[in-house]
C-alpha cells in the first residue's frame, strides 16, 4: 500500500503564488509516474502536470506557463509551483502516484488552493 500526502494548500489573492509538495511511502518512488491533478466545484478532474520516472514532463492544457512540477527521488517527494495565480484557479489539488502502470495507482486525500482577493 503506497501512501500520498499533499500540502501547502491554502487561500492566496490573485497574482500570487504557492507551492505545493506530495510525499509518498510505502513503493517505488523513484520509479513511478507523478502527477498532478485538480477538481473545482461541479467539474470534473483535470490534469495539472506529470513527471515520469525518468524526468519527462507534460503540462496541462489550464497551465498557461505558470506552473512547474519537479521531484526529489531522496525524498520521495513531488512539487507543484504555482506562479500568476487565478481565481479559476481554485479547485482541490491531488497527487497521483504511478507504478507500475498498469496500475491504477494511489491518490492522495488533496489539498485545497483557493485564489480570491
Known amino acids: 500500500q503506497v501512501q500520498v500526502v499533499e500540502s501547502g494548500g491554502g487561500l492566496v489573492q490573485p497574482g500570487g503564488s504557492l507551492r505545493l509538495s506530495c510525499v509518498c511511502s510505502g513503493g517505488r518512488f523513484s520509479h513511478a509516474s507523478m502527477s498532478w491533478h485538480r477538481q473545482a466545484p461541479g467539474k470534473e478532474r483535470e490534469m495539472v502536470a506529470v513527471?515520469?520516472?525518468?524526468?519527462?514532463?507534460v503540462y496541462g492544457d489550464n497551465d498557461k506557463g505558470r506552473f512547474t512540477i519537479s521531484r526529489d527521488n531522496a525524498k520521495n517527494t513531488v512539487f507543484l509551483e504555482m506562479n500568476s495565480l487565478e481565481p479559476e484557479d481554485t479547485a482541490v489539488y491531488f497527487c497521483?502516484?504511478?507504478?507500475?502502470?498498469?496500475?491504477?495507482?494511489?491518490w492522495g486525500q488533496g489539498t485545497q488552493v483557493t485564489v480570491s482577493s
Open positions: 497521483h502516484y504511478l507504478f507500475p502502470r498498469s496500475s491504477p495507482g494511489f
Open positions: 513527471i515520469s520516472a525518468t524526468g519527462n514532463i
